[in-house]
Structures are given as C-alpha cells and as structure tokens.
C-alpha cells in the first residue's frame, strides 16, 4: 500500500506565489512518474503538470512559465512551485504517483489541497 500526502494549499493574492509537496510512502520500489492535477468547482480535472523518473516534464498550457514541478528522489517527494498566480488557478490540487511496489503497480492518489486565488 502506498499513501501519498498532499501539503502547502492556501489563499493567495493574484500573483502570489505558493508551493506545493506531495510525499508517497510505504512498499515503494520505484516510482514511474509523479504529477499535480486540479479541479476547479464545476469543472473536470485537469493535468497540470508530470514529471517522469527520468526528469522529463510536461505542463498544461495554462501554466507554461509560471509553474514548475520537481521532485526530490531519495524523499519520493514532488514539488509544484506556482508563482504569478491567477484567480484561474483556484482549485483543489491532487498529487499522483504511479510506480512498483515490492510485488504489483501502484497508482496513487492524494486527498487534495486546497489552492484560493483570491484579492
């Protein structure tokens, strides 16, 4: 079983800046790819950005230059550093980790953080 913890959501001003983490923990033995996505009420959701075990990256339109997603391998921890924010960006953000565990695949979802854009 893997668990993955969402942390960092807030309210933020317009072009403010926050950072999410997202940690995976449990009978992890590696992990395939590592990603943020989002829902905005009333609306489906949406990737926002991938990254893969070989540190390819992969961004929504909506956010190319101003988010960044990284991620720290021996923490199995992503990050989403989100900068010039908008009120767009309003949402609930959920971190996903996919990989092997000791004997099966694994697809994990977070319980979400809250991200406001507000003045």
């Known amino acids: 079983q893997v668990q993955v913890v969402e942390s960092g959501g807030g309210l933020v001003q317009p072009g403010g800046s926050l950072r999410l983490s997202c940690a995976a923990s449990?009978?992890?033995?590696?992990?395939?790819?590592m990603g943020w996505y989002r829902q905005a009420p009333g609306k489906q959701r949406e990737l926002v950005a991938t990254?893969?075990?070989?540190?390819?990256?992969n961004y929504a339109d909506s956010v190319k230059g101003r988010f960044t997603i990284s991620r720290d391998i021996v923490k199995n921890t992503v990050y989403l550093q989100m900068n010039s924010l908008k009120l767009e960006d309003t949402a609930v953000y959920y971190c996903?980790?996919?990989?092997?565990?000791?004997?099966?695949?694994?697809?994990?979802w977070g319980q979400g953080t809250q991200v406001t854009v507000s003045s």
């Open positions: 449990g009978s992890i033995f590696k992990i395939y790819a």
């Open positions: 996903n980790i996919n990989g092997w565990g000791i004997s099966h695949g694994f697809d994990s």
């Open positions: 990254i893969t075990s070989g540190g390819t990256t």
